[in-house]
C-alpha cells in the first residue's frame, strides 16, 4: 500500500515557514476570469497553489515549493513571482 | 564495477546535507556565507555591475565581480537582460519524493555492498507519452523517486505533475522496488533542459553566470550538478586572473564564456543541441515508437508456438503501410542526427 497519495497528502510532507504576505501576485483578476478557461496554473502547479474559486484565483502562496512553473508556464504571464523573504519559505529537510 | 572504487564514478546526494557541506567547504577556504536573505537585484553602476541589493536593512554588498548562481529561475540575469523569460519547452518541472526504507532492504532489494548506491532511469510508459523521464536513487536509509517532464508538455496535456509521480510510483515495473517504503518528503522543483540554444549571456561587466541560472544541464544524460560546479570553477579561475589584471570588464570576464564553450559543458551541450527540441516537436516518439518498441519485443519474446518468423512477419505487419514505414525510418535517421 502507498501512502501520500493525494497532493494534500503529500504536502503535510513538506515544511514551510510561511509569511505573513504573499509573494505571489496574480496581476490582473480579470484575464483569469475571462481570457483563461483551462486555468492551466491549477493543473501544472505542483503544490496546487492555485484554486479557482468561481469567480476568483485563490493563491495559497503557504504550500508554494519556488518553483517557478507558474511565472513561466502562465499563457498571460500574469503571475509576479518572487522569492519569499529572506529566512520564509519552503524548507527542505532532505531532498 | 570500478564505479565502486575510488575516484568514484558519481553519487546520489540529499541536496539539503550536501549543499550546507559544499558551503562549508567554501567558509573552511574563508568564505563569508550569509543566510536567509534574498539578493533583489544587481547594483549597476555606470554600466558595470559592482554588487547585489539584499532585502536585509543596509543589506547592499559590493564586490569586484558578481557570480549570478540564483538556479533555474534566474531573475538576476533577466533584470541585467542577459536572457528573457524562459519558455515552458526551455524548463522540465521535476517531482519527486524522499522514502524511508530500512538500510538492509535497500542493500538487498537493489543489490548492493554497504555503501554502494544505484540509479535506474524509467523511461517510456513513466511518462505518459510526454517528453520526460522518470528516476529512482538509492540512498543509506531512503530512495528518491521522481519524475519530470518539460512544463510545456503538461500545458499541453493537462496533466497534473504529482498524479503523474503517482502512476510512476504505482507502475508495476516500480511498485516492487519501493514496497513498504514510507514517504518523508514530497519535493518540486524545475530544471533548465533548454540546452545549448538556451545558454544566455554568461559574461558581463563585472558579472558571471554560473550552473542552472545559465541552463548549464544535459537533460539527455542527467548531468546537472557536475556542470554547475565545474562551471563555477571555471567562473573563479577566471576571475582570479582578471584580478591580477585589475580589469573586470566583459572583455576579459568573456574568457570564462570561452573556457566554458571548450570544457565538456560547452561540447555535451552541443552535442545534444536540437535533441530535446526534437523529441518535443515530434510526439510520436514518445506517443507511438516507444510503446511499439516494446509491443515488437514482448512479441518476439512470447513462447506460444507461433514461431520466430511469424513473430517478426507480424512486427513488421503491424509498422503499417509501406508509406508508414518509411516515415518511421525517416524519423529514425532523423533521431540518430540530434543524438550523434
Known amino acids: 500500500m502507498m501512502k501520500a497519495q493525494t497532493i494534500e497528502e503529500k504536502q503535510y510532507l513538506v515544511r514551510f515557514n510561511a509569511d505573513t504576505k504573499s509573494h505571489l501576485h496574480v496581476l490582473d483578476p480579470n484575464i483569469c476570469l475571462t481570457k483563461c478557461p483551462d486555468k492551466i496554473c491549477t493543473i501544472f502547479c505542483p503544490a496546487s497553489v492555485y484554486k479557482w474559486e468561481e469567480v ?26 518572487e522569492y519569499p523573504r529572506g529566512g520564509y519559505g519552503i524548507v527542505f529537510r532532505l531532498g | 564495477m570500478e564505479w565502486g ?8 546526494v540529499l541536496r539539503a546535507k550536501f549543499d550546507q557541506w559544499f558551503a562549508e567547504k567554501a567558509v573552511e577556504q574563508g568564505a563569508l556565507l550569509v543566510c536567509e536573505t534574498v539578493a533583489v537585484e544587481c547594483i549597476v553602476e555606470n554600466g558595470r555591475v559592482v554588487g547585489v541589493r539584499t532585502d536585509r536593512p543596509d543589506g547592499d554588498i559590493y564586490a569586484d565581480v558578481v557570480v549570478l548562481a540564483d538556479g533555474v529561475n534566474s531573475l538576476l540575469a533577466k533584470q541585467l537582460g ?3 523569460e524562459w519558455r515552458p519547452d526551455e524548463v522540465a518541472l521535476a517531482t519527486m519524493e524522499i522514502l524511508k526504507l530500512d538500510k538492509t532492504v535497500i542493500e538487498d532489494r537493489f543489490n548492493l555492498e554497504p555503501n554502494q548506491g544505484c540509479t535506474i532511469e524509467i523511461f517510456g510508459d513513466a511518462t505518459k507519452g510526454i517528453v520526460g523521464t522518470g528516476f529512482l ?5 531512503t530512495l528518491s523517486i521522481g519524475v519530470g517532464t518539460l512544463l510545456s508538455g503538461l500545458i499541453k496535456h493537462k496533466m ?18 519501493i514496497q513498504g517504503s514510507e514517504p518523508v518528503e514530497y519535493l518540486a522543483h524545475l530544471i533548465p533542459e533548454g540546452g545549448y540554444h538556451s545558454i544566455p549571456k554568461v559574461a558581463g561587466n563585472g ?3 554560473v550552473g542552472d541560472a545559465a541552463q548549464l544541464v544535459n537533460a539527455i544524460h542527467r548531468e546537472g550538478s557536475n556542470m554547475a560546479m565545474t562551471s563555477g570553477r571555471l567562473a573563479a579561475e577566471t576571475i582570479i586572473m582578471a584580478k591580477a589584471q585589475n580589469d573586470f ?29 526534437h523529441f518535443e516537436r515530434f510526439p510520436q ?5 516507444i510503446p511499439m518498441m516494446n509491443r515488437a519485443a514482448s512479441q518476439m519474446f512470447t513462447v506460444d508456438g507461433a514461431s520466430k518468423w511469424e513473430k517478426q512477419k507480424k512486427i513488421w505487419r503491424d509498422l503499417g503501410s509501406t508509406k508508414q514505414k518509411f516515415k518511421l525510418a525517416r524519423d529514425m535517421m532523423k533521431a540518430w542526427k540530434v543524438m550523434k
Request: net charge neutral; proline share 5%.
Open chain 1, 56 to 81: 476568483r484565483m485563490h493563491v495559497g502562496y503557504e504550500g508554494c515549493h519556488e518553483c517557478g512553473s507558474c511565472r513561466i508556464g502562465c499563457p498571460y504571464e500574469n503571475i509576479q513571482w
Open chain 2, 249 to 277: 570588464s566583459e572583455s576579459m570576464l568573456d574568457q570564462y564564456r570561452m573556457k566554458l564553450m571548450e570544457s565538456f559543458i560547452g561540447q555535451d551541450l552541443k552535442k545534444y543541441k536540437d535533441a530535446t527540441h
Open chain 2, 5 to 12: 572504487r575510488e575516484p568514484y564514478n558519481n553519487f546520489t
Open chain 2, 207 to 209: 558579472v558571471l553566470v
Open chain 2, 137 to 141: 536513487y538509492t540512498n543509506k536509509d
Open chain 2, 160 to 177: 497534473k505533475p504529482y498524479d503523474l509521480l503517482e502512476y510512476v510510483k504505482n507502475h508495476p515495473m516500480i511498485r516492487p522496488y
Open chain 2, 285 to 289: 516518439y514518445f506517443e507511438q515508437y
Open chain 2, 82 to 84: 542577459f536572457h528573457r
